[in-house]
């Protein structure tokens, strides 16, 4: 197998132009789907880009409001799991590119929606390796990042020798493990775009706590200014060939305050959610779980995204 390990993006973007090299992260997904029997080393076909080691590819900025995460920060970063991100903040700062102040800002900006997903991603070890790039650019339909990257109207930055290009995640995924990333592109961040959401809900549905493979999952996201409702999304995981946004089931929410939310007007607005996302949660039966099941807890999960919201608008007197 050749393989290339470039230091910079520009050597890295020039390989992908020359050869298109196959882009490997953490590998824990190319890792497994190139597994050979026997003990044998995986057989990736073609050349291999390494990216874990990009410098450029290892920030995390906030600026202008818009926070960029680096398509090789690894997810125990986003997850916060103890220890990386005082780790990463210094590891950044020793590398000279940021102080650790600056990305220590940046970290604490990354929306609670996105945190817990990413929390909810394998296992600590597994985390290690693994970047929220391989799980967008992998396009399960099930990707616990992906879910929490729609509900919050995430956009993938694409660069290539040519110069560089933004498209929203749900453009950038066409299908079940298909994307439009061009053979000469590298993805070289997430952006979540200003303003940041001020609330945030995760829900992964699996058989255990760490390791588990997603049945069904919701994410959603809030913007709120006055004890109001200006801006909210949820996106439902494993119920469609790709991740599942309604927008006409969101709007419902557009303007409501803790007051709407509660009692039998709470109930109604549930029952009109649901009634609107019905045609479009269409899951499979697979080995994961049943379509039924799924269709049954996606539903029911809207129920919990509103009293959870409620909830943080009455706790913070919003
Ligand atoms: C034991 C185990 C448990 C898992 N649990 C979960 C889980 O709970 N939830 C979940 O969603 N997933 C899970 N996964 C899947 C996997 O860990 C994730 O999809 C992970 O985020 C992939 O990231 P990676 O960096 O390892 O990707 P890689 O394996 O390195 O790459 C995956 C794909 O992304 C492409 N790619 C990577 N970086 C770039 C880049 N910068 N530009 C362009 N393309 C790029 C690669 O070419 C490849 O096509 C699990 C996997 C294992 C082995």
């Not at 992260?25 to 990009?54: E, Q």
């Not at 509900?151 to 066409?174: C, D, K, M, P, Y």
């Not at 709007?251 to 039998?264: I, M, N, Q, R, V």
Request: glycine fraction near 8%; proline fraction near 7%.
């Amino acid at each position: 197998m050749n393989s290339y390990r470039p230091d910079t993006l520009k050597e890295a973007l020039n390989i992908r132009a020359d050869i298109s090299a196959k882009p490997f992260a953490g590998g824990t997904d190319l890792m497994v789907r190139y597994r050979a029997k026997n003990g044998m080393p995986p057989t990736v076909p073609g050349p291999v880009l390494f990216v874990d080691g990009i410098p450029e590819l290892r920030g995390i900025t906030l600026s202008d409001g818009n926070l960029d995460i680096g398509a090789a920060v690894p997810l125990a970063v986003v997850a916060d799991d103890p220890g990386d991100r005082t780790a990463f903040a210094e590891s950044v700062e020793s590398a000279g590119s940021a102080v650790g102040s600056v990305v220590a800002e940046a970290l604490a900006a990354i929306p609670e929606v996105l945190r817990a997903a990413a929390a909810d991603l394998g296992a600590p070890a597994l985390r290690q390796r693994a970047t929220m790039a391989g799980n967008l650019a992998n396009a399960s339909p099930a990707g616990d990042t992906v879910a929490a990257l729609y509900a919050l109207e995430a956009q993938v930055v694409l660069a290539s020798v040519n110069g560089e290009r933004i498209l929203s995640v749900s453009e950038f995924i066409t299908g079940p493990g298909r994307t439009l990333l061009a053979d000469n592109e590298l993805i070289t961040a997430i952006r979540i775009p200003s303003p940041l959401p001020g609330w945030g809900y995760w829900r992964k549905v699996g058989t255990r706590r760490a390791n588990a493979l997603t049945k069904v999952s919701a994410a959603a996201s809030a913007r709120l200014e006055a004890g109001s409702i200006t801006g909210f999304s949820m996106a439902f995981g494993a119920v469609g060939p790709v991740i599942i946004r309604v927008p006409a089931a969101d709007s419902l929410l557009l303007g409501k305050t803790a007051s709407d939310l509660e009692g039998p007007a709470a109930e109604g607005l549930v029952q009109a959610m649901a009634v609107a996302a019905a045609p479009h949660i269409t899951p499979i039966d697979d080995q994961r779980s049943t379509a039924k099941y799924r269709k049954t807890v996606a539903l029911n999960l809207i129920g919990e995204v509103v009293s959870s919201l409620a909830s943080h608008l009455k706790e913070n007197q919003l």
